[in-house]
């Protein structure tokens, strides 16, 4: 390894705030990717690879990077696997008890929804274009958008969002507001 530390005016240098900032960037890439390697090795395999003695042929270097993007793919699949449970169950459990909140509808598509204010206008069909104001929040009431925040509604085709937007526009009638 190395034996003396880099300092902030070793970075004046352009050839060593190059290295420093290349290895700095695969050290993060390491660890957002959650891959153990052997340093000592990460750092043999670099300098005998530029002094053009690397103990592997570029065809296995090759092979050995598909492998570890592998692992790294296996990985990260695994645990959005783990949180889709999770958030499935989640979801689950938000809809059973959300059901039996008064006022609240279940659609057959398992959509609900629940009657704010009843709108007395026209309701609108599949080709129509829309004008809403919402709020977008997560089962834990986190909003994540709204329409209210920017001030302006936003107008989109009644078949040009979600599913559920979809079906529910359907059911609307101009001036209505649902949760």
Request: aromatic residues 8%; glycine residues 10%.
């Amino acid at each position: 390894m190395i034996a003396n530390a880099a300092s902030k005016d070793d970075l004046k240098d352009q050839k060593k705030r190059f290295g420093y900032g290349l290895g700095a960037n695969y050290a993060r890439n390491l660890k957002q990717n959650n891959l153990d390697v052997d340093l000592d090795m990460f750092l043999q395999g670099m300098k005998d690879y530029l002094s053009g003695e690397s103990l592997m042929s570029d065809q296995e270097i090759q092979s050995t990077t598909k492998e570890v993007g592998d692992v790294v793919r296996a990985q990260r699949n695994a645990e959005q696997e783990k949180v889709a449970q999770k958030n499935a169950a989640e979801g689950e459990s938000f809809l059973e008890a959300n059901k039996t909140k008064e006022g609240v509808k279940t659609l057959g598509s398992g959509m609900q929804y629940k009657v704010v204010h009843a709108g007395d206008g026209p309701i609108p069909t599949a080709s129509d274009k829309v004008r809403v104001h919402y709020k977008g929040t997560f089962i834990d009431g986190k909003e994540f958008d709204s329409s209210y925040k920017r001030n302006k509604p936003a107008t989109f085709n009644v078949t040009g969002v979600i599913k559920g937007w979809t079906e529910a526009l359907q059911l609307m009638k101009v001036g209505s507001k649902w949760q």
